[in-house]
């Protein structure tokens, strides 16, 4: 007796991949619940103990392989910041990793104005970008259809990253232009989230309604009135570096783009 076909199950990739996303975020908060009080006192939570925390976290996704190159990359780009912010005398640490969050860099001050603030936020996707194009490099020279999707993946999240609200390095340097673009950026990033549902989308936005709302009140402090006055020739040369950047990326995402999933 023949056995009836079982119906065919649709293929969504998009949903597949945001379930895994899904299922390692909880269980990268599942051990830091158990294991973040005994990790922190024991000061395994240092800069190389949050990157190798984060290639575990992403190698859940695609293999140790991938949670390396990804974490490689998110480097290169947090030490663009670093490099700005230390030629401007502005003490930073090095990046302390967060797993699917990217990561964070401390420093003391904030710079003196929206225009050193604009060159700081730009310097991480510039940087970012130009090691996304070294693997690139790297993916022809070989043949390596994994490192041209890497690549693929560094382009992304720094053509991501230039989104205009901050935290993100775009809300970062448009303050520069106007900060009534924070708003566009916002009202962009909620569009996604509802087009696109993510785990981390609402996070961002979370964070850029906050900082949104705080920078708007103390608009009017001492001595933060004068922190957005750019000069034009400033406002011009961030907005070049930025469309140029934007315009760059997307073409590198279509030149490396893989249809098959890494």
């Known amino acids: 007796m023949e056995r009836a076909a079982e119906p065919i199950r649709e293929q ?11 299922a390692a975020l909880v269980a990268a908060g599942t051990f830091l619940a158990k294991f973040g ?26 293999g140790w392989w991938f949670g390396a190159g990804l974490v490689g990359l998110i480097f290169v780009h947090e030490m663009g910041h670093v490099i700005a912010l230390r030629r401007q005398g502005v003490p930073a640490s090095a990046p302390l990793f967060v797993p699917f969050m990217g990561a964070v860099i401390g420093m003391k001050k904030m710079p003196e104005n929206a225009w050193r603030e604009a060159q700081v936020a730009l310097a991480g996707p510039l940087l970012g970008s130009l090691g996304a194009a070294a693997v690139w490099a790297a993916g022809s020279y ?31 340097a448009v303050s520069a232009l106007h900060p009534a673009i924070w708003l566009l950026g916002l009202a962009g990033l909620v569009a996604l989230a509802i087009l696109r549902p993510s ?16 920078r708007w009140k103390s ?10 006055q750019v ?32």
């Open 37 to 62: 009080a005994v990790l922190y006192k024991l000061k395994v939570v240092t800069v190389a103990g949050s990157m190798i925390v984060s290639v575990g976290a992403y190698a859940l996704l695609g």
């Open 142 to 172: 070989y043949h390596s259809r994994f490192l041209i999707a890497l690549a693929f993946i560094g382009f992304f999240l720094n053509l991501f990253n230039l989104i205009p609200i901050v935290p993100l390095d775009g809300g970062r």
């Open 219 to 228: 608009r009017s402090f001492p001595g933060f009135a004068g922190y957005y």
């Open 199 to 214: 785990p981390i989308l609402p996070i961002i936005i979370l964070f850029g309604a906050v900082e949104l709302w705080r």
């Open 12 to 22: 969504r990739p998009l949903r597949s991949f945001g379930r895994r996303v899904w």
């Open 231 to 262: 000069k034009p020739t400033q406002r011009l040369a961030v907005g070049a570096v930025y469309l140029g950047l934007a315009v760059a990326l997307v073409l590198a995402m279509s030149a490396t783009h893989v249809p098959q999933s890494f």
